[in-house]
C-alpha cells in the first residue's frame, strides 16, 4: 500500500483533496516516461532550448592551486535560465500539458526554479504563478522582475518564516484550490509520491552526462562527486547514475548558515530528525513537539528545513556522505571561483565550492573530483556585494 | 469510542473548533466548558502546528498566536486532564501528522487515550498513509476520523468502508477558511459514504452563518465549524468567550430547528 518509499523515507502524507492529483500524476507520468514520442520531445527541448549537453569542465588552475584530485567542474550554469532546474521543470511542464494542464504554479526560494518555471510556461504557452517567501522577494528582487518579464505572476508569501518552506506551504494550498487545470511544478526531489522520483528522473540527465564525458576524457570513473543539498535535486541529478559504483563517494554539502552548532543554520542531516512534512517522511529541523524550526543560510535556494527522502536513505544506508558548509566558506569559495577559473557561481553551488576546496588537496593528484556548479551566481552579486559591506547602486 | 457514539445522539450534531491555546489554554479551558453547555456535541482541539498547509489564513494566524504564547503538546494534554475532570463532552484533536509522529504516536494516542481525547482528525494523513497512526489508535481505542472530499470520487468507497467514528466530509476545494458560497454536490458523497458503510456524516470547511448550517444539517448529520469560530477568538481575544458561546447557541439551534 506505502507507495513511494526510500527505506523508511517517503510516502504521500498530502490532504485526501490532492490524492487523487497525486494519483493521476502517478499515471501520467508511468505512462509518458516510457512514451518514445514524450521522450523525443523532451530530448529536442534539453537541447536545442536548455542547450544540453552542458560542459564538464576541467578545472585548470583551481586543479593546481589545491594540488591534489583533477577537479572537475559540470556546468549547469549554462544551461538556458542559469541553472539545473530547467532540466526539471521542462520535464514536468511537458508532462503537464499531455495532461491537458493549462496552468503551472510552483515554489521558489532563490528564484531559480520560479524563472525556470515562468520561462517553460511561456514557451509551452501555459499559465504560471509562482510562490516566494517575502524574504527572498527582496533578496533576490532581480528575479521576481524577471518571472514578471517571462509573464508569470508572483505571489509573496508573508505567512511563517516567509522562506522557502512557507512557498511550499502556499503552493500545496494553491494546488488544493486549483486542480482541475494546475500541475504544481515541484522545484525539487521532495514532497509527496511521485515528486521526488520524477524530479529525480528529469535531473538524473546530469549524472548520465558526467558518465559519458568523464569517461571520454579520462577513460575511467570520477572517485567522488560533489553537489550543495537543498531538497536535493541538482545532488540527486548527478549522483544517481553513480550510486551503484562503489568507488565513487557521494558527497551532498547542506547549508550550514552561521555554523552547525548556532541557531541559524539550514543543516538537515546534521542537525535533523525524522519527521513528516511536505508530503514526506523524511530528516527535518525541528523541535522536539515537531515544530518546524526557522532555518537560515545567505544561500536562498538551500534555506530549507528538509531534505529529499531519496537523500535521507543514502545517509541511513551511508552510501552518500553529507557534509555542512557556513555561510563565510561558501562566501569565500564564490570568490574563489571567480577569480581562479572566472566563474561566478551561484552562493548555493558555491556551498560545494567549498567543500571542494577543502576535499581535493586530501586525494591524490590521479584522483578526480566532480562538483556540480548548479547555477550562477548574477543573480547573487548584489547579496555578495551586502555581505562585504559593499553599496551598489540599483 | 463509546463518547463518539453520543455526538449524533441529539439530533444533528454540532462540532465547534478551536485552535488550543489562542489567545491561551487558560482561555481554551474556559471555550470548551462554555461551548458543551451552549450545546456542541463534539469539540475538535487544534493543536498548532507551525506548517499548517491544510488550513486558510485566519486558522494559520490563530496557530501562531497559539505557539507564540508558549503552547506545546504536553500542556495541552494537561488543559485536556483538567476539562475531563469536570465535562463528558466527547473531544477530538485535529492536528498534523508531524506533531504526531515526532511526538511519538504511540505515546501520543496513549496519551489520548489516558486524558479522554475520542479522536484524532489529522488531514495529512490520508488513507494510503493512515498506518503510520492507525494500530496506536486501535490499541488505545481512539478512533482514526477519516475525511473525504469533493475530489475523491472513487475513492469515497473505499474510505468510508473503514471509517471509524465519523465521516468528515470536506465541502470545498481548498483550505479551511469561511466561504460565501458552498458549490459541491455534497449529497451525493454522503449517499455514495452511506452506501459503503451506514456511518453518520459531518461537513465542515467554509460554514459559517446558521443558514448554511442549517442547509448542511438537512443532508448530513452533523456540521463542523472552525474559522468562523476562531475569527471571533481573534477579534475579542481573552473576552471572547461570551461572544463564542452565543455564536455556539445560535448555531445549534439553527441546526435543530
Ligand atoms: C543554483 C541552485 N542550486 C541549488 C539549489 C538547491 O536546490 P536542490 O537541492 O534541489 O538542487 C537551488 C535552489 O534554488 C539553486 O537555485
Request: aromatic share 8%; net charge negative; proline share 4%.
Amino acid at each position: 500500500m506505502q507507495k513511494g518509499r526510500f527505506g523508511i523515507h517517503g510516502g504521500q502524507f498530502v490532504p485526501e483533496t490532492l490524492m487523487n492529483a497525486v494519483i493521476e500524476l502517478e499515471k501520467a507520468y508511468a505512462f509518458y516516461s516510457k512514451d518514445a514520442h514524450f521522450n523525443r520531445e523532451l530530448d529536442d527541448l534539453l537541447k536545442n532550448y536548455a542547450g544540453r549537453p552542458s560542459l564538464l569542465y576541467h578545472a585548470e588552475k583551481m586543479t593546481r592551486d589545491l594540488g591534489g584530485a583533477k577537479i572537475y567542474l559540470k556546468r549547469e550554469d549554462l544551461n538556458h535560465t542559469g541553472s539545473h532546474k530547467i532540466n526539471n521543470v521542462l520535464g514536468q511542464i511537458l508532462l503537464a500539458k499531455k495532461m491537458g494542464k493549462s496552468r503551472v504554479i510552483a515554489e521558489t526560494g532563490a528564484g531559480q526554479h520560479g524563472v525556470a518555471t515562468a520561462t517553460a510556461a511561456a514557451l509551452m504557452g501555459m499559465k504560471c504563478d509562482v510562490y516566494m517567501g517575502r524574504e527572498d522577494t527582496q533578496r533576490q528582487a532581480l528575479n521576481v522582475f524577471r518571472m514578471e518579464l517571462l509573464g508569470a505572476t508572483v505571489h509573496s508569501v508573508t505567512s511563517g518564516t516567509q522562506t522557502l518552506k512557507d512557498a511550499v506551504n502556499e503552493t500545496m494550498r494553491e494546488w488544493t484550490n486549483r486542480i482541475e487545470d494546475t500541475h504544481y511544478v515541484l522545484g525539487s526531489v521532495m514532497g509527496p509520491h511521485p515528486f521526488p522520483t520524477i524530479v529525480r528522473n528529469f535531473q538524473s540527465v546530469i549524472g548520465k552526462e558526467v558518465r559519458q564525458q568523464i569517461l571520454k576524457a579520462e577513460g575511467k570513473l570520477p572517485d567522488a562527486l560533489l553537489a550543495c543539498v537543498g531538497g536535493g535535486s541538482n545532488a540527486i541529478g548527478l549522483f544517481y547514475e553513480f550510486i551503484g559504483d562503489d568507488s565513487v563517494a557521494l558527497i551532498g554539502c547542506e547549508a550550514a548558515g552561521l555554523g552547525v552548532d548556532t541557531p541559524k543554520n539550514a543543516a538537515t542531516v546534521a542537525n535533523g530528525t525524522l519527521g513528516i512534512f511536505h508530503g514526506m517522511k523524511s530528516y527535518f529541523c525541528q523541535d522536539e513537539y515537531g515544530q518546524i524550526a526557522p532555518v537560515y543560510s545567505i544561500s536562498a535556494g538551500l534555506d530549507y528545513p528538509g531534505i529529499g527522502p531519496e537523500h535521507a536513505n543514502l545517509h541511513d544506508t551511508g552510501r552518500a556522505q553529507y557534509v555542512s558548509v557556513t555561510d563565510t566558506e561558501a562566501v569565500e569559495a564564490f570568490e574563489y571561483l571567480s577569480k581562479t577559473e572566472g566563474i561566478i557561481p551561484a552562493i548555493e553551488s558555491a556551498h560545494a565550492v567549498a567543500y571542494a576546496q577543502k576535499l581535493a588537496p586530501t586525494m591524490k593528484k590521479d584522483q578526480i573530483l566532480v562538483v556540480n556548479l548548479s547555477g550562477r551566481g548574477d543573480k547573487d552579486v548584489a547579496a555578495i556585494a551586502k555581505y562585504r559591506g559593499v553599496k551598489i547602486d540599483e | 469510542m463509546n463518547r463518539i457514539r453520543n455526538v449524533f445522539a441529539n439530533g444533528k450534531a454540532f462540532i465547534p473548533f478551536v485552535t488550543a491555546g489562542d489567545p491561551n489554554l487558560a482561555i481554551t479551558e474556559r471555550l470548551v466548558l462554555e461551548m458543551a453547555e451552549a450545546g456542541a456535541d463534539l469539540i475538535e482541539l487544534g493543536i498548532p502546528f507551525s506548517d499548517p498547509v491544510a488550513e486558510g489564513i485566519v486558522i494559520q494566524k490563530a496557530d501562531e498566536r497559539a505557539l507564540a504564547a508558549g503552547t506545546t503538546t504536553d500542556k495541552i494534554f494537561d488543559m485536556v486532564r483538567r476539562i475531563r475532570n469536570k465535562l463528558d463532552i466527547p473531544l477530538a484533536f485535529m492536528t498534523y501528522a508531524n506533531p504526531i509522529f515526532v511526538y511519538g504516536a504511540d505515546k501520543f494516542l496513549a496519551n489520548c487515550s489516558a486524558c479522554g481525547i475520542d479522536a484524532i482528525i489529522v488531514p495529512d494523513v490520508p488513507y494510503e498513509e493512515k498506518g503510520e497512526l492507525l494500530p496506536s489508535c486501535e490499541k488505545y481505542g481512539v478512533a482514526l476520523i477519516s475525511l473525504i472530499a469533493p475530489t475523491s470520487k472513487e475513492r469515497i468507497g473505499m474510505i468510508a468502508s473503514q471509517a471509524q467514528g465519523f465521516v468528515y466530509c470536506v465541502s470545498s476545494l481548498g483550505v479551511t477558511g469561511v466561504r460565501s458560497e458552498i458549490t459541491t454536490d455534497i449529497a451525493q458523497m454522503i449517499a455514495l459514504v452511506k452506501t459503503a458503510q451506514n456511518i453518520p456524516c459531518a461537513i465542515g470547511f467554509g460554514i459559517s452563518t446558521p443558514e448554511q448550517a442549517s442547509t448542511m444539517a438537512k443532508i448530513a448529520d452533523g456540521v463542523i465549524v472552525g474559522s468562523a469560530i476562531v475569527k471571533l477568538v481573534e477579534q475579542y481575544g481573552e473576552h471572547c468567550v461570551g461572544p463564542v458561546r452565543d455564536y455556539v447557541l445560535k448555531m445549534k439551534r439553527s441546526i435543530s430547528a
